[in-house]
């Protein structure tokens, strides 16, 4: 990693870390909707790149936009060690691509 890149991830953080401080003082209302957009945007991510959540939302007729909250993702399966071992190559990432997690619509 070169140091332009370690300075930039470094100042990333710093952006978070300021930002993080302030969610114990958060009204639970907007906890609910930082984490309902987290969850949106990590199931449209699995969809898009991870081949078994791409098979089994559409098994289950779902798309990325009936996960709304974290109580939806117990629409989806669980997986267990058996499972991981038979669809390791399933359960990989096949298109990386950038995310933003902590920094959208903060």
């Known amino acids: ?3 332009a890149s370690r300075l930039y991830n470094t100042a990333k953080v ?3 870390a300021r930002h993080e401080r302030a969610v114990p003082f958060w009204s639970p209302e907007r906890i609910a909707r930082q ?3 987290r969850v949106r945007a990590i199931a449209a991510h699995a969809y898009a ?3 078994f959540y791409m098979e089994s939302m559409r098994t289950l007729r779902l798309t990325p936009r009936d996960i709304r909250s974290a109580d939806d ?3 989806l399966p ?3 060690n ?3 071992c038979s669809r ?3 359960l990989h990432i096949v298109q990386p691509q950038p995310h933003n997690f902590h920094f959208g619509d903060i």
Do not use: C, H, K, Y
Request: aromatic letters at 0%.
């Open 82 to 84: 058996p499972l991981r």
């Open 73 to 75: 993702l117990a629409l």
């Open 35 to 37: 984490q309902g957009r």
């Open 78 to 80: 669980l997986i267990d």
């Open 1 to 3: 990693m070169n140091l």
């Open 88 to 90: 390791a190559q399933s």
């Open 49 to 51: 790149t991870v081949p």
């Open 14 to 16: 710093a952006v978070l």
